[in-house]
């Protein structure tokens, strides 16, 4: 499965956007960009999703670099809620059915 | 709206005992999922089924089985347990069958203590 590279841990301040990277390098070209977070003590919980073109939902934007090797997650105002762990994640609609494999996600704290 | 149920909640066993765990999907979902977490840890994919099949293995031990039922339910059997197995464990499902929207939904997790 191709790789996802996260920072291990970001801060943000209370109604501040934020910007939360994934490096991809290896992606191929059947891959999707997933992204969820895990609360603590929940089940990781969807956040977006996309594979060329930028994704905006209600609860963030996903943008995505052209040459697809890299992405951002971006939280426009970032509240207490939003602190959790955030994994970025490659899925392919392939053979697999879909399996999410998480690898090490970033953790961000959010200050009020 | 419904979520993916998953029991019991919590769940003590003593080693070599055999647990098993339960996940009940959203309703027309018909893949399912399970995730192993242990301590600080994160999440880890055991196997998944897709319309009653075996559709991928993970790192699921060879002391662990699991099976999905006619009505799309699933259950985890962990024999033998170890200290080890201590951990959450996650059930997920998706409508994979009826055009994939991309997510998986997670059940809020079954925590087992093996003491």
């Known amino acids: 499965d191709a790789k996802t590279t996260q920072p291990n841990s970001m801060e943000s301040n209370e109604e501040e956007p934020v910007h939360l990277p994934c490096n991809h390098s290896t992606i191929s070209g059947t891959d999707y960009i997933h992204w969820y977070r895990q609360l603590p003590s929940q089940g990781p919980e969807y956040v977006i999703h996309?594979?060329?073109s930028n994704v905006n939902n209600r609860m963030a934007s996903l943008a995505i670099a052209e040459d697809r090797k890299s992405s951002t997650l971006i939280l426009h105002r970032a509240t207490l809620r939003d602190a959790a762990v955030y994994y970025c994640i490659l899925r392919s609609y392939g053979g697999s059915q879909g399996n999410l494999i998480f690898g090490k996600g970033t953790k961000l704290s959010v200050k009020p | 709206a419904a979520g993916v149920i998953q029991s019991p909640r919590h769940l003590i066993k003593e080693k070599r005992e055999t647990a098993t765990l339960k996940c009940y999907p959203i309703?027309?979902?018909?893949?399912v999922y399970w995730y192993q977490q242990g301590p600080g840890q994160d999440p880890q994919f055991l196997i998944s089924?897709?319309?009653?099949?075996?559709?991928d293995k993970g790192s699921i031990p060879d002391r662990f089985s699991a099976q999905q039922f006619s009505d799309y339910h699933s259950e985890l059997n962990m024999s033998s347990l170890e200290l080890g197995d201590s951990a959450l464990y996650f059930c997920?499902?998706?409508?994979?069958?009826?055009?994939?929207?991309?997510?998986?939904?997670f059940g809020e997790g079954s925590r087992l203590t093996v003491l």
């Open positions: 089924f897709y319309e009653k099949m075996q559709s």
């Open positions: 996309g594979l060329t």
């Open positions: 997920a499902s998706s409508p994979l069958g009826l055009g994939d929207t991309g997510e998986l939904f």
């Open positions: 309703p027309r979902h018909d893949t």
